[in-house]
């Protein structure tokens, strides 16, 4: 069946510019999470979803950073005024519920690039 | 706060060798743990989840095993081969108000033909 999916896979923005990332999750997860993945290192937690309800954006790392799921299903990270240190892959994961036992499932990431 | 430490950061080794990687994670508190596998420019795949029950997880070639108690987790890959080139990244999964996966920085694993 299909997985997540991400759009666009590679993005290269000026210092400066807005981007928008998108994320379709499996149909019928709860359940969405972004991450940010720096060169080098693991995935760190930005921001999640249960449904439409953002739940917990402790991970966004300033205020240039802003995240939406108005409907429950397709998520949106949004990054303002591009920085240099924005640079890094942007995962999306979605799981089916709550519950603790179920697996994250990952889409392919887009490369974001700031020149 | 949890965190999760990755040893070796890096591995190569000839085909056929079974190897392990390690994964330590501060807080024993966990409700499971995820192994992933990457390969470069691609996104997560999940290769085993071990419920903080459980003490291991098999799948093919790979087994996962789990000490919550003293925080440790290994990955063993028997018989490698040249297609088990990645990284593998080791993700906990805590309670309360941690509802996010929380990463090691991973271990780059070569096999050698």
């Known amino acids: 069946g299909a997985g997540v999916s991400q759009s666009p896979r590679y993005k290269v923005a000026k210092r400066g510019q807005d981007v928008a990332l998108r994320c379709d999750p499996i149909s019928g997860h709860v359940s969405l999470f972004w991450y940010q993945q720096a060169l080098g290192q693991g995935p760190e937690f930005l921001t999640y979803f249960q449904n439409e309800a953002q739940l917990d954006k402790s991970g966004l790392p300033s205020d240039r950073f802003f995240a939406e799921r108005p409907e429950g299903s397709v998520s949106t990270l949004k990054i303002q005024r591009t920085q240099q240190e924005d640079s890094a892959v942007y995962l999306c994961a979605s799981n089916i519920d709550r519950g603790w036992s179920y697996e994250q499932y990952f889409g392919p990431g887009t490369r974001l690039t700031v020149t | ?113």
């Open chain 2, 1 to 113: 706060k949890q965190e999760v430490t990755q040893i070796p950061a890096a591995l190569s080794v000839p085909e056929g060798e079974n190897l392990v990687l390690n994964c330590s994670f501060t807080d024993s508190a966990i409700y499971n743990l995820q192994w992933f596998r990457q390969d470069p420019g691609k996104g997560l795949t999940s290769l085993l989840l071990i419920q903080s029950s459980q003490r291991e997880q098999t799948s093919g070639r790979l087994n996962a095993s789990l000490d919550k108690s003293s925080g440790r987790s290994t990955l063993y890959i028997a018989a490698s081969q040249p297609g088990d080139s990645a990284t593998y990244l080791c993700a906990v999964w805590s309670g309360g108000s941690n509802y996010k996966l929380t990463f090691g920085k991973g271990t780059l694993l070569t096999v050698n033909p």
